[in-house]
């Protein structure tokens, strides 16, 4: 893993070992914990600090957040020259974690959303992102557009169909019926929150892969019953 996290930022220009005439670009990481908090950023912090966004506008910092199912979404500011990168799983992102990012970069670096583009990297997708009743339930308190957030798969019951005498019930017709499957399509609501917080359809972009569908190329807790590494979604300032 270290290794790869080299070869990464080399290729990024950010060396690992200072060499004549290079030097070496900081790269700042969070505890992550699944939160709406943003840090903003001057310098390398002296000790660690715990969140899920980070913002700045100095160059020369890397600034790096690790997924393995949640989205990376990197925005950057090209008239202020500031960036943020921000952890969106789906506390995250009930949270509003990127919809605040904007409006931080705004409060911090005077970033106009219309001046802003954003990046969501690979992350699991609706195809795959399964999750219960109660994680619709918070989006529906959170938003008017949490409908179109989510799809029911109704699966059938090969057993029951077969056998149907069997599972009669003196209950209402429906509750003895396979619960359908809910998908939630992460991107898009993050992609909603980004559109809310003024930033234009246009400059919005999207990652097509699913981690939950390539685990030979992206890592994934779920595909990989948690047992997986964690991809880097990286940005910063050139001096």
Known sequence: MERNRECFLRKLGAVTRLGKGRSLWPIVTLRQIHSDIIRPLESVPE??????????????LL??????????????DTKRHAVGVFHAGWRGTVKRIVEKGVGEMNRCFGSSPRDLKAAI??????????????????FDSQFGYADRLFREVKESDPVREKYPLLFLTARAPGHGEVPPKIFLDLVEANRQQLLAAGVAKKNIESSDLCTNCHPELLFSYRAEKGKTGRMMGVAGIRY
């Open 121 to 138: 990297g690979p992350g699991i997708r609706g195809c795959c992102y399964e999750v219960g009743e109660e994680v619709r339930t918070k």
């Open 47 to 60: 000790a660690g600090l715990a969140g899920d966004g980070m913002i700045t506008a100095t160059p020369g």
């Open 63 to 76: 600034l790096a957040i690790q997924t393995a199912d949640c989205l990376p979404v990197i925005i950057v």
